[in-house]
Structures are given as structure tokens and as C-alpha cells.
């Protein structure tokens, strides 16, 4: 699995419409085959900063991912909000998906 993080700054007068500038790709990603997962989350420290935790099931569909009109689309959208250059993380994992956390349970009712 291609496991991908991505920290994107975003300008202050964009934060809030953020996900909606998203939607359009992030709803096209989540439809390709080989995509896993892809999903937003806000910083509780910083409105201005949004994390993007995706997956893809091995190379080929990352490449398949980043070839496609609405990564290209989507980038353009971004690139007129963003603040910063983006920071990421990107590597391969011998699992596809997410995996049980060993050292926590619910417990109660």
C-alpha cells in the first residue's frame, strides 16, 4: 500500500470554504479502484491547516491517481488558496488499509 500524508496550509480568507474547494476531487479520487482511502481532517491548533491522510492499494494506482484530470483539476483549485507549499509524506506499507490498534479496546456498556 502507497500510504501518502499531505499538510496543507491554507490562506485565512479560504480556510473555511477548504473542504468545499476539495469536494469535487476528493469524491473523484475516492472513486478510483485503487484507492483505499482519502481523508480530510482539520487542525484543532491552527483553522488554517488540513491534513489529508490517503491510501492507495500499490504504485500503479498511485500513478494511476496522479495521471488523472481531476488530480490536475484539483491541484489548480488548490494552488490559488493554499498559503504555503504543502508538506508530505509518502511511503509504501506492507499492509493495505488500516489495521486494529493492539493496545486499546473500548470496554463498558
Known sequence: MIFI???FTVRPDRADRWLDLVDEFTRATR???GNLFFDWSRSVDDPNVFV????FADAEAGAAHVASDHFTAGLSAMADAIATTPE???VEVPQQGWGAMAELAPTGD
Open 88 to 90: 508530505i509524506i509518502n
Open 5 to 7: 500524508a499531505v499538510r
Open 52 to 55: 489529508l491522510l490517503e491510501a
Open 31 to 33: 472513486a478510483e479502484p
